[in-house]
DNA sequence: TATTAGATGGTT
DNA sequence: ACCATCTAATAG
C-alpha cells in the first residue's frame, strides 16, 4: 500500500494523522516534509469537525472517499489543507499544520516574503499552503492517483513513535481538551502552540 | 520574547 | 457573529 493511512477506518483518523508525519508533500515546485498535524473525527463527536453539524457546500468532499483534499477559506484571506480520511460517508480528515520546505527552497521564498527565516516558511498550516501554492481550486482533487496538484511520499524510514509528541488542537473553541495534535519532537518548523483566545466584541455595549 | 489589534470574507 | 490564521507593531 502507497498510502497506509488511506484504509484506516475513520475512527482511527488520530492514527491517520501520526502516520501521515514525515511524509513528503509536493506541489507547484516545492516539497515540503510534515512536521505537524491535526486530526478531526468524522464521526458526528466531535464539535471541532467543520462537519460536526453534517453535509455542507463546504465539507461535502470530506464525506467522500479518502484521498483528497479538503481546502478551505479562514479569516477572509488563507486557506488551509486537510487530507481526507476515513470510509466513504463518514467526514474525518487530518489538517496540514506544518512542514519543512526540502525542495523548491528559493521559490518558497518568492511566495512567502514575510516569512524571516526559512523555518517559516511553512509553520503554519495557511503559511504551508502558500508555499505549495494551492488555493480553492484544489478542493476534492486527489492525492493519492496523480491527477491533483498535490501529491504524498512516504519518509525512507518510519517516524519512530518516541519521535512523536501529542496535544491539544490548535484554534479551536471546542474539544480543547482534545490532544489530536501530533508533531515531531524539537522540530523547529513546527508552529506555535496559542490557546484559543475569545476574540473581543469590536464594540463595546 | 510576549502580547495585541487589524486585515478580510465565506459560512452559519 | 464566528472563525482549524498571520503579520506588524508595541511593550518590557
Redesign the pocket.
Known sequence: MTHPWLTLPAARVDVAARTMLGWRLTANGVTVRLTEV?A?SGLGTDP????H?GV????AV?FGPAGRL?V???????R?L?IVCGEEGVAA?V?L?AGEVVDGLELARER?P???RDR?LA??????TQVLALDSSAYGTSVVDGTGPMTMSPPREPVPDELIEAGP??????AHDVAWRFWLKGDPTV?VY?R???????RPA
Open positions: 491535526e478531526y471541532a469537525s467543520h462537519a453539524r455542507t457546500n463546504r465539507n470530506m479538503y478551505y477559506q479562514i479569516y477572509g484571506m488563507y488551509c486537510n480528515a489538517l499544520r512567502r514575510a516569512a524571516g517559516d509553520s503554519g498550516p495557511a503559511k504551508l488542537r490548535v484554534g479551536v473553541t471546542a508552529s496559542r484559543h483566545t475569545p476574540r473581543r466584541r469590536t
